[in-house]
């Protein structure tokens, strides 16, 4: 059986701040197998991204805290007890991560080659010479054109799609077997998510690289993964295909965020008010027992609030946390 190259398990993320103990990540379990992309969907401030930056381990330490008994394996071994040098030996080699805004990840004072040859200088011992032709030769492959051109340039230089490319060639350098995309189209016009998007796959195409791709975008999630996973207040929600997720989902939040996408051609007889998930997302510090969308539910029961709520199989490989499942 092929082993996963990614495999979380019970991961809580916390961050002790003056206020209090910040709950950002609540027993968040996946799997990215080999050529995979999972999504990993929600509302903002729902953990998809300190998650993600706790697997590269990213995040500052103080004030972030990984707690005892979660659990990251990469490529089988167990990582969470690594010290940070050890742990650079992943980054890069192993896994690389696509930030959210390519204008304030690339260094305005340097050009764009300087900062390609780093991750291969340090990671893979190549020379400059070896690291630029690698360096030319990804730029090439994302499509940006006269790319020897565009290595001696500035960031402010380059549009915004285009340094998006810069970002996902950067990552490439190091031929990872994972990527993490963290919202890759955020502030990009339609236009460029597609063919951003469709960079992506070409990329999995060609070198079989497994994608996390993160998003709040429904309509970009649905297209790209093979696996959804949908977060709340650092917990997992729902998790299926994208089958199971848009066409029958089982968790009231998910049916919430399918609401909440504008459709193309709407009923005459229904709103043409755009849905809107009532309340707001709960305090991280003061989750209580229960389903955190208990306060936001519509369809909202007295067992909703008591004690943890299990993982029901709808069926093979479709899962909710949902206490209406279990009564039912």
């Not at 092929?2 to 379990?29: M, Q, W, Y």
């Not at 030996?89 to 305005?108: A, E, K, W």
């Not at 285009?162 to 236009?191: G, N, S, W, Y």
Request: some cysteine; proline content about 7%; charged content about 25%.
């Amino acid at each position: 059986m092929t082993e996963p190259i990614l495999e979380v398990e019970n991961l809580h993320v916390e961050f002790h701040t003056h206020e209090g103990v910040v709950k950002a990540v609540n027993g968040l379990s996946y799997k990215v197998m080999p050529g995979q992309t999972l999504g990993i969907v929600g509302e903002s401030g729902s953990g998809k991204s300190v998650s993600s930056m706790a697997v590269m381990d990213l995040l500052p330490k103080p004030p972030a805290i990984i707690k005892p008994g979660s659990s990251i394996k990469i490529m089988g071994k167990e990582v969470t007890g690594l010290s940070p040098q050890e742990l650079r030996h992943y980054r890069g080699n192993v896994m690389s991560m696509i930030f959210q805004d390519p204008m304030t990840c690339l260094n305005p004072y340097r050009r764009i080659d300087k900062q390609m040859i780093e991750a291969q200088v340090y990671h893979q011992g190549s020379t400059k010479t070896e690291a630029l032709k690698k360096a030319q030769e990804m730029l090439e492959y994302v499509h940006i054109p006269d790319a020897l051109t565009r290595l001696k340039a500035y960031p402010h230089e380059l549009s915004g799609g285009m340094r998006q490319r810069v970002m996902i060639a950067m990552a490439l350098t190091c031929d990872p077997k994972l990527i993490f995309a963290d919202e890759p189209t955020t502030a990009l016009d339609v236009t460029v998510q597609a063919q951003i998007m469709k960079l992506f796959k070409e990329i999995q195409e060609k070198f079989k690289t497994a994608i996390v791709l993160i998003s709040h975008d429904l309509g970009v999630i649905s297209t790209q993964c093979d696996e959804i996973v949908v977060m709340y207040a650092g917990q997992v929600m729902e998790r299926g295909t994208p089958e199971d997720i848009f066409e029958n989902p089982k968790h009231p939040y998910t049916m919430a965020l399918k609401r909440s996408i504008p459709e193309l051609y709407p009923d005459e007889n229904e709103s043409k008010t755009l849905y809107t998930i009532p309340g707001l997302p709960p305090n991280l510090m003061k989750l209580g027992d229960g389903c955190p969308f208990a306060p936001r539910c519509e369809n909202v029961i007295d067992s909703c609030t008591e004690g943890i709520i299990p993982n029901i199989n709808v069926k093979e490989n479709h899962e909710a946390r949902c206490s209406l499942l279990k009564d039912n």
